[in-house]
């Protein structure tokens, strides 16, 4: 089923399309009215007319053409804006065939394709810290939003796990004996481990010359090398995928993909780079320089591939890794979930591609970047004595200050046991977390304040999920499963009742902004929108004590399909929806 917006959008667009073609409509929500059309004041300005009379005789071509069938009503209002209300048959309608849509109202892609997703990405051997926290939750809402739509999606975690760090990775493992530094890892120390291997590394130059020289083993193929280096790889991935399922992502133990599944593609990257008379040498590196990059003083930026010792660098890893996603995954959009300041060498890394034929025509490359977390003062997020914070120990404070605050809900949630109230506060913390990053536009920093987050008024993510529990406890108190909702939904004759229909008809509509865009926030600000016209609702419109059965049966419909709304939306959000909080 097509969203609102798009159902009324295809009744306008013929009308403008004889005023001039392929001008839009523009129709949008509003809070003045079921809809307005902007797209009278731009086409206005096109034809040298007033806007107000071009608004007007839209309105007298689309009525005529069939839009009194969804509209009670059309003004012209302002300069030249339509205002559009919508009829209680046609309302009614919508809902009833939303209620009965898989898809709630949102529509499928129109063309889809296989997508690869590049998050989370930590380092083997690395502790998992609050600087991965972006790329994990917003990559993860990316492959939920990708997925539902129709798209076929590929998860990769392209963690860092290979290169000269490994060189006193490995020295130490040797040092402290392989039982031990098995233990450290499994336990998820890493922090300590790799600590302890940059000391002896900085402070013992036979450590380093031995770890130089373990470098030199590991990159020709040295079998006892590699059997020590994959004890490190396995023992990371281990701790990995425990934080990330707990953090409840979609990323398993199947998604990673290592740096050095790509280390023996790079040869061949560069040898083709210079076939194609791409590759430049430059102070002894070998580069290519794509158009449109320069330096400071107008030189041109080059994106090198092979330092002047014949290392490879991350760009040839990176042209490696799109190269093999396209060509033998044949992905068609290739989405990375990289931090803001990457956006200049990712540009340049499909800039290359593209010159190389590797990123051909109708194959797409998107860096969704992301902003810092800062801390309640504005800074960067750290810990009192100024150290990263371990993604560990935020989950496990979020869920332990959830579990207070609900607990301090009192008396409601005395009847939570200890068990539930655990699962709950899992939920509810984590979901907090993650709605906290969410809820913001990615592009930009934001406060990680937990008062603000854990709270259950405001754009929250408990907000949200307490007006989920609502639904829950009114089918609970009428004996039956929010899935065997009525569907008949009958005359909206209460405000808070049309609003919440309303809001309820914008769901497809707001997957369709938030895929588009890449832009979780803007799902996030529907549900928040669609969580406060429910509490009006459940405030001012009884439902198991409505006047008439009539009345009861159509608040059930809509609470039911509220419910199922909120659910599948927390869902695309990578959060729980708890029946009881």
């Given at each position: 089923m097509?969203?609102?917006?798009?159902?009324?959008n295809?009744l306008?667009?013929?009308?403008?399309?004889?005023?001039?073609?392929?001008?839009?409509?523009?129709?949008?929500?509003?809070?003045?009215?079921?809809?307005?059309?902007?797209?009278?004041?731009?086409?206005?300005?096109?034809?040298?007319?007033?806007p107000?009379e071009?608004?007007?005789?839209?309105?007298r071509?689309a009525w005529?053409d069939?839009l009194?069938?969804?509209?009670?009503?059309?003004?012209v209002?302002g300069?030249?804006?339509?205002?559009?209300?919508?009829?209680?048959?046609?309302?009614?309608?919508?809902?009833?065939a939303?209620a009965t849509?898989?898809?709630l109202?949102?529509?499928?892609a129109?063309?889809?394709?296989?997508?690869?997703?590049?998050?989370?990405?930590?380092?083997?051997?690395?502790?998992?810290?609050?600087?991965?926290?972006?790329?994990?939750?917003?990559?993860?809402?990316?492959?939920?939003?990708?997925?539902f739509?129709?798209?076929?999606?590929?998860?990769?975690n392209?963690?860092?796990?290979?290169?000269?760090?490994?060189?006193?990775?490995?020295?130490?493992?040797?040092?402290?004996?392989?039982?031990?530094?098995?233990?450290?890892?499994?336990?998820?120390?890493?922090?300590?481990?790799?600590?302890?291997?940059r000391?002896?590394?900085?402070?013992?130059?036979a450590?380093?010359?031995?770890?130089?020289?373990?470098?030199?083993?590991?990159?020709?193929?040295?079998?006892e090398?590699l059997?020590?280096?994959?004890?490190?790889?396995?023992?990371?991935?281990?701790?990995?995928?425990?934080?990330?399922?707990?953090?409840?992502?979609?990323?398993?133990?199947d998604d990673?993909?290592?740096?050095?599944?790509y280390?023996?593609?790079?040869?061949?990257?560069?040898?083709?780079?210079?076939?194609?008379?791409?590759?430049?040498?430059?102070?002894?590196?070998?580069?290519?320089?794509?158009?449109?990059?320069?330096k400071?003083?107008g030189?041109?930026?080059?994106?090198i591939v092979?330092?002047?010792?014949?290392?490879?660098?991350?760009?040839?890893?990176?042209?490696?890794?799109?190269?093999?996603?396209?060509?033998?995954?044949?992905?068609?959009?290739?989405?990375?979930?990289?931090g803001?300041?990457q956006?200049?060498?990712?540009?340049?890394?499909?800039a290359?591609?593209?010159?190389a034929?590797?990123?051909?025509?109708?194959?797409?490359?998107?860096?969704?970047g992301?902003g810092?977390?800062?801390?309640p003062?504005?800074?960067?997020?750290?810990?009192?004595?100024g150290?990263?914070?371990?993604l560990?120990?935020?989950?496990?404070?979020?869920?332990e200050?959830?579990?207070?605050?609900i607990?301090g809900r009192s008396p409601?949630?005395?009847?939570?046991?200890?068990?539930?109230?655990?699962?709950?506060?899992?939920a509810?913390?984590?979901?907090?977390v993650?709605?906290?990053?969410?809820?913001?536009d990615r592009?930009?920093?934001?406060?990680?304040?937990?008062?603000?987050?854990?709270?259950?008024?405001?754009n929250?993510?408990?907000?949200i999920?307490?007006?989920?529990?609502?639904?829950c406890?009114?089918?609970?108190r009428?004996?039956q499963?929010?899935?065997?909702?009525?569907?008949?939904?009958?005359?909206l004759?209460?405000?808070?009742?049309?609003l919440?229909?309303?809001?309820?008809?914008g769901?497809g509509?707001?997957?369709?902004?938030?895929?588009?865009?890449y832009a979780?926030?803007?799902?996030c600000?529907?549900?928040?929108?669609?969580?406060?016209?429910f509490?009006?609702?459940?405030?001012?419109?009884?439902?198991?004590?409505?006047?008439?059965?009539?009345?009861?049966?159509?608040?059930l419909?809509?609470?039911g399909?509220?419910?199922?709304?909120?659910?599948?939306?927390?869902?695309?959000?990578?959060?729980?929806?708890?029946r009881?909080m």
């Amino acid at each position: 089923m097509p969203g609102l917006t798009a159902i009324v959008n295809a009744l306008l667009v013929p009308v403008f399309d004889r005023l001039q073609p392929g001008a839009s409509p523009g129709v949008r929500t509003s809070e003045r009215a079921d809809l307005q059309v902007d797209g009278a004041l731009a086409l206005a300005r096109s034809l040298h007319r007033a806007p107000r009379e071009v608004a007007e005789e839209i309105a007298r071509q689309a009525w005529a053409d069939g839009l009194e069938q969804v509209c009670l009503s059309v003004e012209v209002a302002g300069p030249g804006f339509l205002n559009l209300t919508l009829s209680d048959q046609f309302v009614a309608h919508a809902l009833g065939a939303m209620a009965t849509d898989d898809m709630l109202g949102a529509e499928r892609a129109a063309r889809p394709v296989k997508v690869v997703v590049d998050y989370a990405s930590p380092n083997a051997a690395k502790q998992m810290h609050v600087g991965h926290l972006r790329s994990t939750i917003i990559g993860d809402c990316l492959v939920r939003l990708l997925g539902f739509v129709g798209h076929q999606v590929v998860r990769e975690n392209h963690i860092g796990d290979w290169g000269t760090p490994f060189g006193m990775l490995i020295e130490h493992l040797v040092d402290i004996g392989e039982d031990k530094a098995a233990h450290e890892l499994a336990v998820g120390d890493l922090e300590l481990f790799y600590q302890q291997a940059r000391s002896a590394y900085d402070s013992d130059p036979a450590f380093a010359d031995r770890a130089r020289a373990r470098v030199v083993l590991l990159q020709s193929k040295d079998p006892e090398t590699l059997r020590l280096w994959r004890l490190l790889v396995d023992q990371s991935v281990a701790y990995f995928d425990r934080e990330l399922r707990r953090l409840g992502t979609c990323l398993t133990r199947d998604d990673v993909v290592g740096e050095s599944s790509y280390e023996p593609l790079l040869p061949k990257v560069v040898e083709d780079l210079e076939a194609l008379g791409l590759l430049v040498e430059s102070e002894g590196a070998r580069c290519v320089f794509p158009p449109g990059y320069s330096k400071r003083d107008g030189q041109p930026l080059p994106l090198i591939v092979q330092k002047s010792d014949g290392g490879y660098t991350y760009a040839a890893t990176d042209l490696a890794a799109l190269r093999d996603r396209v060509e033998r995954l044949g992905a068609g959009l290739v989405v990375y979930v990289v931090g803001l300041p990457q956006a200049q060498h990712l540009g340049m890394v499909f800039a290359v591609a593209r010159m190389a034929g590797w990123l051909p025509e109708g194959t797409e490359a998107v860096h969704v970047g992301f902003g810092n977390v800062l801390g309640p003062d504005g800074k960067m997020f750290q810990t009192r004595q100024g150290g990263t914070i371990k993604l560990a120990d935020l989950i496990d404070e979020a869920v332990e200050r959830a579990a207070a605050v609900i607990a301090g809900r009192s008396p409601g949630q005395e009847r939570l046991g200890a068990d539930e109230l655990g699962e709950v506060a899992r939920a509810v913390g984590i979901g907090a977390v993650k709605y906290a990053d969410l809820s913001t536009d990615r592009s930009r920093d934001y406060r990680f304040d937990w008062g603000r987050m854990l709270a259950f008024d405001g754009n929250t993510g408990p907000y949200i999920q307490y007006a989920h529990a609502r639904v829950c406890s009114i089918f609970q108190r009428a004996g039956q499963e929010m899935a065997g909702a009525p569907v008949a939904f009958g005359p909206l004759s209460e405000p808070e009742e049309r609003l919440l229909a309303r809001r309820l008809l914008g769901f497809g509509d707001a997957v369709a902004a938030a895929v588009d865009a890449y832009a979780p926030h803007k799902l996030c600000g529907y549900l928040f929108g669609l969580a406060s016209a429910f509490t009006d609702f459940y405030e001012h419109c009884p439902v198991l004590r409505a006047p008439d059965e009539a009345t009861r049966a159509s608040r059930l419909a809509l609470s039911g399909l509220c419910g199922r709304v909120l659910a599948k939306g927390l869902d695309l959000l990578g959060i729980e929806a708890p029946r009881r909080m």
